[in-house]
C-alpha cells in the first residue's frame, strides 16, 4: 500500500512565526487531506488537495502530485494552531492512509 | 449542515464485554468508514461501506470485529470479548460516492474514546 512520511514529526514555534510541514508518499493519489487534530481528537479538514495550491487565511497548502509531495504553510502562527496536524492519502483503494502527523505547539 | 456524529463519546468496559460504536453520517454521503486511533498504531483503517455494496472489511484486525450498515445511513461497529489492546478512539467518516470522495473528501466525526480495563 501507499506510505506516508510527516515531518518534521515535533515543531515548537512562537507566536507569530510561519513554518512549513511536508508530506512525503510513495505513489501516485486520487485523494490527499490535511486535518489539524485539535485537544479533543477530533479530525478537523484543513484541505482537499491532490494536486494545486490552495489558500484559506492564514493556512496555505501545495501538492505536487508528479513529485509526490504536499506542503502545509501557517503564517502568523497563533497558540490556537497547537496540535496534530496530519496528511492522508487514498489512491486505488478508496480508504486514508495516514501519515503519522506533526505536532505543532506555539508558544505565546 | 450537521457534520458526522458518533456515540458514545466514552465508553469503559470490563475485559471481555462486547460494546457497539455508533456512527451517523453526513446526510446524502453515502460512502462511510471506520477507522481507529491508537497510541502505538496511529491512524489506521478498519472497515469502509459504500451504499448497497458489499463492505470491504480489509483493515478489521480479528474476527472479534465487525460493523454493520443499516438503510445506507446509520453503521454500528461491534467488538466482542473486548481485549486491552482494543482501548483506542474509534473514529467514523463519511463522504460522497466515488473516488475521493466525490472531490471532497472525507469527513471525520468527534469519535469514541474506548478503555477496556
Known amino acids: 500500500g501507499i506510505q506516508v512520511e510527516q515531518s518534521p514529526p515535533d515543531l515548537i514555534l512562537q507566536e507569530g512565526a510561519n513554518s512549513t510541514l511536508r508530506c512525503n508518499f510513495s505513489?501516485?493519489?486520487?485523494?490527499l487531506q490535511w486535518f489539524h487534530q485539535n485537544p479533543w481528537g477530533q479530525l478537523i479538514n484543513l484541505f482537499y488537495i491532490p494536486s494545486g495550491t490552495k489558500q484559506n487565511g492564514r493556512l496555505s497548502a501545495t501538492t505536487v502530485a508528479t513529485e509526490r509531495y504536499s506542503l502545509l504553510y501557517i503564517s502568523s502562527s497563533q497558540t490556537t494552531d497547537s496540535g496534530v496536524y496530519f496528511c492522508a492519502v487514498s489512491g486505488s483503494a478508496r480508504q486514508l492512509t495516514f501519515g503519522s502527523g506533526t505536532q505543532l505547539t506555539v508558544l505565546p | 449542515g450537521a457534520g458526522v456524529s458518533q456515540s458514545p463519546s466514552n465508553k469503559v468496559t470490563e475485559k471481555g464485554k462486547d460494546v457497539e460504536l455508533r456512527c451517523d453520517p453526513i446526510?446524502?454521503?453515502?460512502?462511510l468508514y471506520w477507522y481507529r486511533q491508537s497510541l502505538g498504531q496511529g491512524l489506521e483503517f478498519l472497515i469502509y461501506f459504500q451504499g448497497n455494496s458489499a463492505p470491504d472489511k480489509s483493515g478489521l484486525p480479528s474476527d472479534r470485529f465487525s460493523a454493520e450498515r443499516t438503510g445506507g445511513s446509520v453503521s454500528t461497529l461491534t467488538i466482542q470479548r473486548t481485549q486491552q489492546e482494543d482501548s483506542a478512539v474509534y473514529l467514523c467518516a463519511s463522504s460522497l460516492p466515488g473516488l475521493a470522495g466525490g472531490g471532497q473528501g472525507q469527513y471525520f466525526g468527534p469519535g469514541t474514546r474506548l478503555t477496556v480495563t
Open positions: 505513489d501516485s493519489v486520487n485523494n
Open positions: 446526510s446524502g454521503h453515502t460512502a
